[in-house]
Nanobody, 123 residues
């Protein structure tokens, strides 16, 4: 089992930055990590993924060049740095863990999910 707790959400102006954190606990060895988001009235979508060793990352086209995913395995933490935020980035952001070492974008490959943290972007 893996437990995930997100933090760092909040209100930010368009063009601003926000950093999300995800604290991991449990059996976290050899897990790829991902961030997803869900805006009101929309389906949950993939944002970014990082491999177990942090050597590979994968991003949705909509956030490429603006968001950065990273992890610190010794601290059991995963981060999502969000820059140049747009109103369309507003959503509940979820941290997720997938058994396996490689990046993955498909939601059904993720085994564990956090409760989510709200990100609001004002225009």
């Amino acid at each position: 089992q893996v437990q995930l707790v997100e933090s760092g959400g909040g209100l930010v102006q368009a063009g601003g930055s926000l950093s999300l954190s995800c604290a991991l606990s449990g059996h976290t060895f050899n897990t790829a990590m991902g961030w997803f988001r869900q805006a009101p009235g929309k389906e949950r979508e993939f944002v970014a993924s990082i491999s177990w060793d942090g050597g590979s990352t994968l991003y949705a086209d909509s956030v490429k060049g603006r968001f950065s995913i990273s992890r610190h395995n010794a601290r059991n933490m995963v981060y999502l740095q969000m820059n140049s935020l747009k109103p369309e980035d507003a959503a509940v952001y979820y941290c997720a863990a997938a058994r396996g070492i490689w990046c993955v974008s498909e939601q059904n490959k993720y085994n564990y999910w956090g409760q989510g943290t709200q990100v609001t972007v004002s225009s």
